[in-house]
Every structure is written in C-alpha cells, then in structure tokens.
C-alpha cells in the first residue's frame, strides 16, 4: 500500500474542493482523481496544480479514468495506484439542485427530508464498495454522500466503509467559536463532544426553535464542564446564517481535509466523523494512521448514543433501517414526495437503489422542464 497516495472518486463541486485544499496542503501527499469525464477533469487538475504552485507547492496530482458504472475501471485505477486512503464524493443527483426550483415548489420536496434521496446516494457507494471488496482493497474507505444513513445500510450488507466525512463535524466549529467567544476564552481551550445526526446540521445555521433532532452535547474549557454555563443547548441552534446553496461546501471540505490528514497521523486526533464502523449518525472519534474508532463520550454509553441517531432517522423522513438493510420511510415524506414529484416509494431494499435513483432523478427533472429550470449535465 502507498502511504502517501490518496484517491479522490468524484470530482463535482465538493470533490473539486477537496482537491483544491489537498493540493496545498503536503508536497509528499500524491493525489489521484478518479472521474469519468476526462476533459473536465483533467481541467480542474491543472488548475489545483497550478495554483498550488503559486502558493510555494508542488503536488502530484494524477488523472485517472474512473466510472462507478464500470465497476473494473474502480479495480484497475485502485489496483495500480493502491492508495492509503479512498474518498468519493460520487452521487447521482446532488442536494442543492433542488434550491434551483421556485420556492413554492422546493418547499414540500425539502420537508420530506433528505433522507427522501436516499437511492442516489446509497447506488453509487454502493458500487464502489462492491468493487473494492472484489479486490480486497485494505486501505481506508471515506464516503461523503449521506454516510449518517447510506453506512448503516451497506455495513448490513457486509461492505462497511471505514466512516463517512462531514455533517456532525460541520456543527462542531460553530459551537467551539461560540462557546469561546461567550466565555472569552481562547478558541484552542474549547473542546466539544457531540453526538448528533445528518438531520441536526440544518437546525444548528437556521436557527430552529422547534423539531429539533436528539442529540448529546457536552462543552469543556480546558478541563471544566462548561456546558451549562455556557447555554449550550442554545447556542448549538442558534441562528448562524450562511450564503445559500452550495458555498457551504468549503466547510465539508475543510472538514474532509483535516480528517485526511489524521488517518495519517501517527498519535490518535480527536475529531468528529459520521458512520464510524457503519454505525448510524455522527460520534466523537479518534483516529490515526491504523484507523478511527468512537471515543469516550461524557455521561453516555455508546449504545445510548446509537439509540439517539437511530431515532434522528425521522427528522430526514426515514422511520428504520431493517436487518436487511431495507429502509422504511416515514408515511409523511412519501405522500409530500408523491404529491410533488409524482414519485413514490415507501420502503427502500438496497438492491432497488439504483432504479429507484434513475426514476426519482427522472421524476425531478420533468418538475425541473416545468418550471423552465435548466440542470447541469
């Protein structure tokens, strides 16, 4: 295995910024993209090189023709390149086109919850890790496309990624900031220990007040529990407006970035990371160079803290996820699916992800054409 090669498998708008950031970040770190459209690509290769080169650094950063609908080009590029690392950020249908609809119409869509998406997150994973599994790849697997709920279902299917990026890790930094500055306390003496699922993140920046999902939050200066005294429940949703869209990629990317870098740290980095070892929801962990584990997490046992995301699943429209790795969604988010995509699916076998994702991205761009919205390619 090289240990300093990391292959990046995907490079829409979130993969493209990890890219960037990568890029400056080590000049011992190699770097290969795997994406299936070579011009494009290759394009935005030559930019993270160059641009990295005007900050004082000289990647390596290595094209490779990758298409997880052929699962033997995954094989070859990771064979050939066998790299420590594996991140995609591959999904069929990304979250923001949904903002390009007129409001009125983006509204119920959005209340049925994310987890409504669900097909066009988990095929593609899915096929990668089908593919890695064919060739016993050893390395370590993170997943950006909902791993809170896509790792759960594939760690039933015996295809477990090694955790997935962002979400939990995205609320942390705003609690810290704040949590700082009330105490005016330096930000590098707040530590934070959360427990807290995908559906959380959107109720932390709106500001919710109500529907808020479950979860556990402990904040610490230095040493001292400071949770009360700090309101923390408060300040974890509090309003902390961002632009729209897609801009709040650079935070997952910065989160993606630092968690990178720890899986090659030789002592254990406290972070905080989705799905680690396909456990449902977001956890404190630990990790380095031989792996991630949840850490110790104040007043909770782990499988308390399970139980909290496994009940998260709701507040993004999913009731369970069953043994077989099927899932069940909540009536609700069905009919507002239903009567705004004409689209329809109650339960959810993970071998019906991949149709499933061609009729509900079908479904979505017939509403797109009626509206006039154009959709990138």
């Known amino acids: 295995m090289s240990d300093n090669t990391i292959m990046i498998i995907g490079?829409?708008?979130?993969?493209?910024?990890?890219?960037?950031?990568?890029?400056?970040?080590?000049?011992?770190?190699?770097?290969?993209?795997?994406?299936?459209?070579?011009?494009?690509?290759?394009?935005?290769?030559?930019?993270?090189?160059?641009?990295?080169?005007?900050?004082?650094?000289?990647?390596?950063?290595?094209?490779?023709?990758?298409?997880?609908?052929?699962?033997?080009?995954?094989a070859a590029a990771v064979q050939r390149h066998d790299p420590k690392l594996v991140l995609t950020t591959a999904t069929m249908h990304t979250w923001w086109l949904t903002d390009l609809l007129p409001p009125e119409s983006a509204a119920p869509i959005k209340a049925a919850g994310f987890g409504t998406w669900l097909p066009v997150h988990l095929a593609p994973t899915r096929r990668l890790m089908q593919a890695l599994k064919e060739i016993d790849y050893e390395g370590f697997t993170l997943t950006a496309p909902f791993p809170d709920v896509v790792n759960p279902i594939l760690h039933r299917l015996g295809l477990t990624p090694t955790c997935g990026v962002g979400n939990v890790d995205e609320i942390v930094p705003k609690i810290r900031h704040l949590a700082a500055r009330k105490l005016g306390a330096p930000l590098d003496a707040i530590r934070v220990s959360l427990v807290a699922?995908?559906?959380?993140?959107?109720?932390?920046?709106?500001g919710a007040t109500d529907r808020i999902p479950p979860h556990h939050l402990r904040i610490f200066h230095d040493d001292e529990d400071v949770t009360q005294r700090v309101d923390a429940e408060a300040l974890a949703v509090s309003k902390y407006p961002f632009p729209p869209g897609r801009s709040s990629h650079f935070l997952t990317a910065g989160c993606i970035v630092r968690l990178i870098r720890a899986f090659f740290a030789e002592e254990e980095i406290a972070l905080h990371a989705p799905a680690p070892g396909g456990l449902p929801g977001g956890y404190p962990v630990l990790v380095n160079r031989e792996g991630i584990r949840p850490a110790p997490i104040p007043d909770l046992t782990l499988k308390e803290a399970i139980a909290i995301n496994e009940r998260s699943h709701i507040f993004d429209g999913i009731e369970r996820i069953e043994d077989d790795g099927t899932v069940i969604f909540a009536p609700r988010s069905v009919q507002l699916m239903r009567d705004a995509l004409g689209y329809e699916c109650d339960r959810l076998p993970p071998e019906e992800a991949e149709a499933r994702a061609h009729e509900l991205i079908a479904c979505f761009r017939v509403l797109a054409e009626r509206h006039g919205v154009e959709l990138p390619q």
């Open 11 to 74: 490079l829409g708008d979130l993969g493209g910024i990890v890219l960037e950031m990568l890029a400056r970040e080590d000049d011992a770190l190699r770097i290969i993209v795997g994406s299936r459209n070579a011009d494009r690509t290759l394009a935005r290769c030559n930019l993270a090189r160059v641009g990295a080169i005007a900050q004082g650094r000289q990647p390596e950063i290595i094209f490779e023709r990758v298409d997880l609908n052929e699962p033997a080009t995954v």
């Open 197 to 206: 699922h995908h559906a959380l993140v959107s109720a932390a920046y709106r």
